[in-house]
């Protein structure tokens, strides 16, 4: 099963913070680059960060510093950390799994994740 699953949405106070999870299971999952995205209602998809298979890590400039993507591949699980949430947080969250030369290019369901007071 390939196709990723998200977990660890909700709704947090501004300054709060949540972990997201991403499940999937390849049989190989250590090939793969992992991204997460996230769309607010009215707006596009955004890519929110990055892991490659070797580890190397990417941000979106609004989240640096307070985002961090890690992956544990001997669980083939994928996790954002998120501090210092700001409302403008708020959206829908999508784990992506994808390597280009198997031919691999999954996304989840997403998670919602609502910043407010």
């Known amino acids: 099963q390939v196709q990723p699953v998200e977990s660890g949405g909700g709704w947090v106070q501004p300054g709060g913070s949540l972990r997201l999870s991403c499940a999937a299971s390849?049989?190989?999952?250590?090939?793969?680059?992992i991204d997460w995205s996230r769309q607010a209602p009215g707006n596009q998809r955004e890519l929110v960060a990055t892991?490659?298979?070797?580890?190397?890590?990417n941000y979106a400039d609004s989240v640096k510093g307070r985002f961090t993507i890690s992956r544990d591949d001997a669980k083939k699980m994928v996790y954002l950390q998120m501090n210092a949430l700001k409302p403008e947080d708020t959206g829908v969250y999508y784990c992506?799994?994808?390597?280009?030369?198997?031919?691999?290019?999954?996304w989840g369901n997403g998670t919602l994740v609502t910043i407010s007071s």
């Open positions: 992506r799994i994808y390597a280009s030369r198997y031919g691999v290019d999954s």
């Open positions: 390849p049989r190989v999952f250590g090939i793969f680059n």
């Open positions: 892991i490659t298979y070797t580890g190397r890590t």
